[in-house]
């Protein structure tokens, strides 16, 4: 396996197959989201930002942004934004009288159609010279040293071998992903995955429906590519190209693998995938991923 790839590796791929797969990583091959997250991601938030004294509220935002909701998976930036605008419109945590981080410059940034990733970030944040973007580098490259450092290997749920084996013998396959390339590799690496892929994409190549554009466009029917992932993020990104999901519901995981398994990569492969199954497929989804937060009581 290559050690970094490029927009122009997507660009240029070759098929093997008449059909394509893309995988997620986080929290759909590996069970590493709320290791990172709790252990390594929140825990530098309030140290970075100095917001020990609303450290359960911080704590309880995050996770519900990161894990528990629709918008688990996404870039770690436009999550870290949303934390922050969670924060601002939390009653309690503005009554307490902690300095909450300003958001001006990092949404901007979100907004701005870079590629989001520490290489766009720096350069914005010596761009423009603002003090918040640079606190926002601080915060990402000490995420990425202290889960190089601290964080214990974590093996891939169960079934999802046997899944790699089954698609790599009838499908093209590339990881698509939000989380940083260099992660991504030691990760598949470590775990002796990274021979199944083709390419392993990251968050340095663009977002994942444009990873799968790049790939897929004018090599493959839209019915023929599927994308699998835990987040909905990642049936906006299938959904976007008219591809098929294949949802590794959290919480639920190694079941999902074992019915990927036994039915549904079958399915994609035969073209019964799309319709009630597809249909039924995500509502059983969608009910694991709420919109709105547990602490905001419904109008």
Not at 2 to 26: A, C, N
Not at 40 to 59: D, G, N, S, V
Not at 69 to 98: I, Y
């Amino acid at each position: 396996m290559r050690k970094s790839f490029t927009r122009e590796d997507l660009l240029g791929f070759v098929p093997t197959f008449g059909t394509f797969v893309g995988i997620d990583s986080d929290g759909c091959v590996f069970d590493t989201m709320e290791v990172k997250q709790k252990d390594h991601f929140h825990p530098l938030i309030i140290k970075i930002w100095k917001l020990e004294a609303i450290e359960p509220q911080l704590r309880q935002a995050a996770e519900f942004v990161n894990l528990y909701s629709k918008w688990r998976g996404q870039n770690r930036f436009p999550a870290l934004l949303q934390v922050f605008d969670l924060l601002h419109d939390w009653p309690e945590v503005v009554a307490s009288g902690v300095a909450l981080p300003e958001r001006k410059a990092l949404r901007a940034y979100c907004q701005s159609g870079l590629p989001l990733g520490n290489t766009t970030l720096i350069s914005e944040a010596k761009r423009t010279g603002d003090p918040e973007l640079a606190r926002v580098v601080e915060w990402s490259l000490a995420v990425n040293r202290d889960i190089e450092t601290r964080m214990r290997k974590i093996s891939p749920f169960r079934g999802v071998r046997e899944s790699l084996e089954k698609i790599r013998a009838g499908s093209d396959l590339a990881v698509v992903s939000q989380t940083p390339e260099e992660a991504l590799v030691k990760e598949w690496e470590e775990n002796n995955l990274a021979q199944f892929v083709q390419i392993i994409a990251g968050q340095e190549l663009g977002t994942k429906a444009e990873h799968l554009q790049m790939i897929t466009a004018g090599r493959y029917r839209p019915e023929n590519v599927l994308m699998i992932g835990d987040a909905m993020g990642d049936q906006v990104a299938a959904e976007s190209l008219d591809a098929c999901f294949y949802p590794v519901n959290p919480g639920h995981e190694e079941a999902s693998w074992k019915r990927f398994i036994e039915e549904a990569y079958d399915r994609f492969l035969a073209g019964t995938f799309r319709g009630a199954y597809q249909q039924k497929l995500n509502a059983e989804f969608a009910a694991f991923l709420p919109a709105q937060p547990p602490w905001v009581k419904p109008a």
